[in-house]
């Protein structure tokens, strides 16, 4: 990203403008470039939902509106917009508003530092794991107070369980991240996944069995964290009392819902460049190239949308857990499990450095 | 002579939020759906709980039984107590079951139980023909048994997959309503109806099969057969719909027998009764078919969710087994018996009760001579089967409040009549 | 109340008392003296009625009792009898239908019974009150699910359940006037000032 600020400061259209001016259009150009395709593919992932579930239940899903029923989040987007906007009189103003937007935040922040190809990632931070844990907690509060802006009873407990459910599952998928983090030896993104290039054996999750244990944990704490079947009990007990988002009409509610896709993608995407090769294809190829890095980011996209497809085909398969089942699974089923992983990656590492040579290197995650 | 002067309805006084005491003394209104709540003063001290909130749930509620209201006192988490408020689908049947001649209301009767309206034409009609005395030819009952058993493993399909969606499996319910809509079909074939029939008929049944109705009831039988495991594979199988529901909502045989439930739920609890099988009536007692009740050899407590669940899936079997036997054993001939045109029965009264999807619906009816019954008294299953949640509902957790209110399948349409 | 013998030419099995309901009058006549008012213990429909004061007793012993064990009260239902004729008593009639689970019928009934002959093991038992003071005491405490029995026949019939407090009604509204079901009911003209128009015929 650096490298293309400077080719584009140095180019002859820009070169009269200041460093800092071009510096600042290119980095919101690129934020605008990642948050449409985001968007966009978080209103495709619903369309993916609707098929899939639809085909999975004996039925069609949407097909009419657009080749193959492709626009039709344009279509519910534009409903979505012509609703009434209505605030609850008693509600906290400023809460209300405010909520939809940080919920947006968390989801979509995490974006910028996602390596999509070789060097096609908006901010290359040394510390991009972990910023990517941060952002998406800070999804919490904004639950919380859309909860609380509402100003019913209901509404507020029913936040707080699923912000209860949130918060628990970010163990688990922090600490299994911690096992890739280990094996790599960075929390930088891109050398992970620069680390998994090569054949599909570097890839972490077929890095002996912890990287194995790791990813499953990681995804199960991820469908967790979203709120996804089978852990979407505090959406569905939201029929008997108000969730957190019943009060929030039109566009607030397809900002919740687009706040989720794009979570889902998030999770999905961070899982493939974690555990799954990132943007390497499984087999030895130079894709660092100019033409190469957007073949890599296509390879990206394929492992994104396997993993999105087994989020949905989760949901649609199985019953919802009971919510006390679901932190009974967190306390004491995924995180017992992920610190062993922890440690036996640990001790991976001191084994890999102790035998040397190829395999040790292998076995150290290098 | 002065025309006797009507009752009016006084003006309506304003409902008043009671402080405390039961249940179903309160009345809560709803505002904008969700209920206000009416809240006790903390304890504070030793015993230092959380407030105990009074709530409604329904009547219009996701979990698709019907218009069901029950108020919920909780302090939390736990059910302490639950009142079912029901009556808001009653539609006067037995009231009109004295109004208009017995031909004319047996479509009514249908639309009590409106899940399993074969089975319910079966019974009102013989009460009708058992007071009257007419006697049904044979084929006509092999007919009669046919379709209520077919409409038995369509209750069925309708209950297991609407349980799993009240668990959150939203992909079994469409399964299921894709073998329900080949069997719609079928008695849409034979009857003109999808839910509703009126098929059965007093002295007999409406229509003789066709060939090609049978032909079709084959492949439906097929079907169903073949998709059975799946569709135990999806539910039954599954680790977490064992967790939502072994163990839960256990309603055992002393609570069954004090409250009259009766169907699945009784036979889950331990209870081998089948009215079909020890009190037969039309030609059951001619077919071989076990029945299924709940014991310890399965997963669960005897008497929980999914110990009725599983007796339905049971049922579904069986059911095939009876229809594929009366196929076998259906002789030729009249499928009406002879029924006078106006049907005076003479005084007397007559008790029928038959298995219904749901348990036993009885029919007790008093004759007195007219072309119309002196009372036409009907017992829905769903009525006693709902009454059991304010005993066995208490002390549970309230998302389990819907797995267990789910496992009982009730149908409003009984319970109000 | 007598039985109809069939077209068929199967004359009804009226001396044919089926096993349940011939223990059941045994043990009230043996147990309860002065309980049992009238009876029909043949035909298609069996019954018992018993004095309004022995309803309770009868009830209990017939649940309790090892040889019936009738521990299900399968249905409670109401019957308005207004008095048609001039030396008529206006009554009306609770009839209560128990049920076993515990023994069904044995094979030696099954194999003499005809086709119009009483198939089924329940019992019925009935009480009768006059019109303008119908009290039944509430069994209740005996058989749960009469709660709701009772409820929806006080409802629809108006016989006053005693011995259990306050009794709601169930299928109507809480201010409803009158009880529906009696013979004498006649629909109001509105409700709460909405018009109400009954269909031709009822």
Known sequence: MQQWLDQLAGSGLLAGLPRGLVYTMGAVGACTLVLLFASLLAGEVVWLERRVAGRMQARIGPNRVGPQGLLQFLADGLKLLGKEDVIPAEADKPTFLAAPVIVFMGAFAAFAVVPFGYGLVPADMNVGLFLILALTSIEVPGVIMAGWASNSKWAILGSMREVAQMVSYEMPLGISALVVALLAGTLNLSDIVAQQEGWIWNWYVLRGPFGFVAFFIFFTAALASLKRAPFDLPEAESELVAGFHTEYTGFRFAVFFLAEYSAMILFSMVTAVLFLGGWSPGFPVDLTGPAGRWIGFAVLFAKTAFLLFTMIWVRWSLPRYRVDKVMYLCYKVLLPFSVACVVGAALQVLVGDAVGGAFGRWLMGR | ?417 | MSTTPSPAGTPAPAALVDPVTERAHALLAARLPGVVQAQELGGRHPWIRVSVTGLRDALRLLRDDPSTQLECCHLISGVDWPARKPGDKAELEVVYHLVSYALPYDAAYKARRGPQAKNDPWVAIKVRVPREAPEVPSVMDLFTGADWHERETYDLLGVRFTGRGFVPRILLPEDWPGYPLRKDWETPTDYHGIPIVPPEGL
């Open chain 2, 1 to 417: 002579m002065s025309e006797p002067t009507r009752p009016t309805i006084p003006a309506a006084r304003p409902p008043s939020l009671v402080s405390g005491g039961e249940p179903h003394h309160a009345s809560v209104t709803p505002v904008g759906g969700v209920a206000e709540v009416h809240e006790q003063q903390p304890l504070v001290g030793q015993d230092l709980r959380t407030e105990e909130l009074v709530f409604n749930m329904g009547p219009q509620h996701p979990a698709t039984h019907g218009v069901l209201r029950v108020v919920i006192k909780s302090d939390g988490e736990f059910v302490q107590g639950l009142q079912p408020h029901i009556g808001n689908l009653h539609r006067c049947c037995e009231k009109i079951g004295e109004s208009v001649p017995y031909y004319q209301w047996i479509p009514y009767v249908d639309r009590m139980d409106y899940l399993a309206a074969m089975c319910n034409e079966h019974i009102a009609c013989m009460a009708v023909e058992k007071a009257a005395g007419i006697e049904v030819p044979e084929r006509a009952e092999y007919c009669r048994v046919i379709v209520a058993e077919v409409q038995r493993i369509l209750s069925h399909l309708f209950a297991m997959g609407v349980y799993g969606l009240d668990l959150g499996a939203f992909t079994p319910f469409l399964h299921q309503f894709r073998e329900r809509e080949k069997g719609l079909d079928l008695l849409d074939h034979i009857s003109g109806g999808r839910l509703l029939y009126h098929y059965v008929r007093i002295g007999g049944v409406k229509r003789d099969f066709t060939q090609e109705w049978l032909d079709e009831l084959e492949a439906f039988l097929a079907a169903v057969e073949q998709r059975l495991p799946e569709y135990n594979t999806l539910l039954l199988s599954n680790h977490i719909f064992q967790q939502r529901t072994a163990g839960v909502g256990v309603i055992d045989r002393s609570a069954c027998v004090r409250w009259g439930v009766t169907g699945p739920a009784l036979r889950a609890a331990g209870v081998d009764f089948d009215v079909r099988r020890d009190a037969p009536y039309g030609v059951y007692d001619r077919f071989e078919f076990a029945v299924p009740h709940g014991h310890s050899g399965i997963a669960g407590v005897v008497g929980d969710c999914f110990q009725r669940h599983w007796v339905r899936t049971q049922e579904v079997e069986q059911s095939l087994r009876i229809v594929r036997q009366a196929l076998k054993q259906m002789p030729q001939g009249p499928v009406m018996g002879k029924v006078p045109k106006s049907l005076k029965p003479v005084a007397g009264e007559v008790y029928v009760r038959g298995e219904n999807p749901r348990g036993e619906l009885a029919v007790y009816m008093v004759t007195q001579g007219e072309d119309k019954a002196w009372r036409a008294r009907c017992r829905g299953p769903s009525f006693s089967n709902i009454a059991v949640i304010t005993e066995t509902a208490k002390g549970t957790l309230l998302a389990d409040l819907v797995a267990a209110i789910g496992s009982l399948d009730i149908v409003l349409g009984e319970v109000d009549r």
